[in-house]
């Protein structure tokens, strides 16, 4: 069925909804664009992965808030993201940027997907082949994120997914 998601998000998407795949996260109709506003999310947990294996895991008072700077064009560094009471700043930035928002089969994931860059990364061979390139050049810092995933339930953000490059680390927050 079609549904217009609000996801706390002050701006709608028109998204098609089926549970039956996943019955934990919200299943979306991939590779469309979102254009988002704002969202504030907190979580109260966090696991840390590194090479596929739970390295670190405990309890978090951070607060991240996602800014639209323009919510009607994908340009570069659009959506700001900031992390408030950072515990996992020795290995995550608290300051983030990316230029699109779009959809995979269980998530939002917002992004920078540059034609070079100096992290050679599958994610970006394997989204360029359906989205546009969003810039010509990116050089990713340490702790600077590659992509922030979100994922939903019923509509609302119940958990968002950071991935780090150096050392490769995927940093995961749940309510």
């Given at each position: 069925m079609t549904k217009s998601l609000r996801l706390g998000w002050i701006c709608s998407i028109e998204t098609s909804i089926s549970n039956?795949?996943?019955?934990?996260?919200?299943?979306?109709t991939p590779f469309q664009v979102f254009m988002l506003e704002r969202l504030d999310f907190s979580p109260s947990r966090y696991e840390v992965y590194q090479g596929g294996k739970l390295i670190d895991s405990g309890f978090t008072s951070m607060s991240i808030h996602v800014r639209a700077k323009?919510?009607?064009?994908?340009?570069?560094?659009?959506?700001?993201?900031s992390i408030i009471d950072n515990n996992l700043s020795h290995i995550l930035n608290s300051n983030s940027s990316y230029d699109i928002v779009t959809t995979l089969h269980d998530r939002f994931i917002a992004l920078i997907l540059p034609q070079r860059s100096n992290i050679n990364d599958i994610m970006f061979q394997t989204f360029s082949w359906a989205i546009k390139h969003t810039r010509s050049f990116k050089n990713f810092a340490d702790?600077?994120?590659?992509?922030?995933?979100m994922f939903t339930q019923n509509g609302k953000v119940v958990k968002m997914?950071?991935?780090?490059?150096?050392?490769?680390?995927?940093?995961e927050l749940s309510l």
């Open positions: 039956t795949t996943n019955k934990f996260m919200d299943q979306l323009d919510k009607t064009v994908v340009a570069n560094d659009n959506i700001v993201v702790k600077e994120p590659l992509c922030m995933s997914s950071f991935k780090v490059y150096s050392p490769e680390t995927l940093i």
